[in-house]
């Protein structure tokens, strides 16, 4: 039972390219989110999936898009990387909305 | 939705108790109180949470005042790898949907020291 993942671990951009982070859970869990983490500061909500096909703006969408195509699989895209992006992610999920979340271990991006 | 506040740092001596306290007057009667911390460099761990009742897991005790407006976390005896930024958050209705939100804040940064 890996829990949640997160794929790639640490990735370096430069500005205007695209890329999509993964997310994975084997917990069979319905709700999973994408949080952004910026230094000295809380985690803030970008985007979160009630259930696989669904999907929802949290506090900080823009410039970014998100697809839940498998249960298992949130995906987090970035269609033109900006330095604004610069950013610690990290995935959770939880079984229903009001459950517990569960973290991965994070994605490092930074854009230049 | 509840705000919270809590102390930005703290130290405890290793073997000690950690008492960390949390602020939330405008906590209404459905929300829960989630303790979350993160170590360095890692994400986010869940730690306990309750509505108004005392709480004790393996990892912690979570007391609420009976007013439901401040709570302390405790952790019995804290060890060098207690060292982390503690989280207390009042749990958030994201009002679009029904999926639910977690408010981190800056949390409290816990040192533990030898």
Known sequence: NAGVTQTPKFRVLKTGQSMTLLCAQDMNHEYMY???????MGLRLI?????????????VPDGYNVSRLKKQNFLLGLES???????????????????????????????? | ??????????????????????????????????????????????????????????????????????STLILPHATLRDTAVYYCIVRLLIPSNSGYALNFGKGTSLLVTP
Not at chain 1, 81 to 108: L, N
Not at chain 2, 8 to 32: K, V
Not at chain 2, 33 to 53: A, D, E
């Open chain 1, 34 to 40: 994408w949080y952004r983490q910026d230094p000295g």
């Open chain 1, 47 to 59: 985007h979160y999936s009630v259930g696989e096909g669904t999907t929802a703006k949290g506090e």
């Open chain 2, 1 to 70: 939705d509840a705000k919270t506040t809590q102390p930005t740092s703290m130290d405890c001596a290793e073997g000690r108790a950690a008492n960390l306290p949390c602020n939330h007057s405008t906590i209404s009667g459905n929300e829960y109180v989630y303790w979350y911390r993160q170590i360095h460099s890692q994400g986010p761990q869940y730690i306990i949470h309750g509505l108004k009742n005392n709480e004790t897991n393996e990892m912690a005790s979570l007391i609420i005042t009976e007013d439901r407006k401040s």
């Open chain 1, 81 to 112: 990387a900006a330095p604004s992006q610069t950013s610690v992610y990290f995935c959770a999920s939880s079984y229903w909305g009001e459950e517990t979340q569960y973290f991965g271990p994070g994605t490092r991006l930074l854009v230049l």
